[in-house]
């Protein structure tokens, strides 16, 4: 089992940053990968970026050099650093862990809202 507590949302202006944390804990102390998910109202979960234990990472297209993802495996925390924030940015963003073990085990945080006004 793993728990998943994501922190550092909040309001921002357009152009702006906001650092996205998440801390892992629970009985796994080997996280295969983390990443960072966000949801609008009505629509889906989609990719925001991931990252393995071994540090490769995936972005999602809009997001690309204005978001960077880290992780600190020795804590099981990722982070987030978002700049160049801009209002289509606005969501709630959650941390999610992935364990491969027989079967891929997901877990998910309860999410942190960013909202980046115009």
């Known amino acids: 089992q793993v728990q998943l507590v994501e922190s550092g949302g909040g309001l921002v202006q357009t152009g702006g940053s906001l650092r996205l944390s998440c801390a892992a804990s629970?009985?796994?102390?080997?996280?295969?990968?983390m990443g960072w998910y966000r949801q609008d109202p009505g629509k889906e979960r989609d990719l925001v970026a991931h990252?393995?234990?071994?540090?490769?990472?995936e972005y999602a297209d809009s997001v690309k050099g204005r978001f960077t993802i880290s992780r600190y495996n020795a804590n099981n925390t990722v982070y987030l650093q978002m700049n160049g924030l801009k209002p289509e940015d606005t969501a709630v963003y959650y941390c999610?862990?992935?364990?491969?073990?027989?079967?891929?085990?997901?877990?998910w945080g309860k999410g942190t809202l960013v909202t980046v006004s115009s």
């Open positions: 990252i393995t234990r071994d540090g490769v990472t």
């Open positions: 629970g009985s796994a102390q080997v996280i295969d990968a």
């Open positions: 999610n862990a992935e364990l491969y073990r027989s079967a891929t085990e997901l877990y």
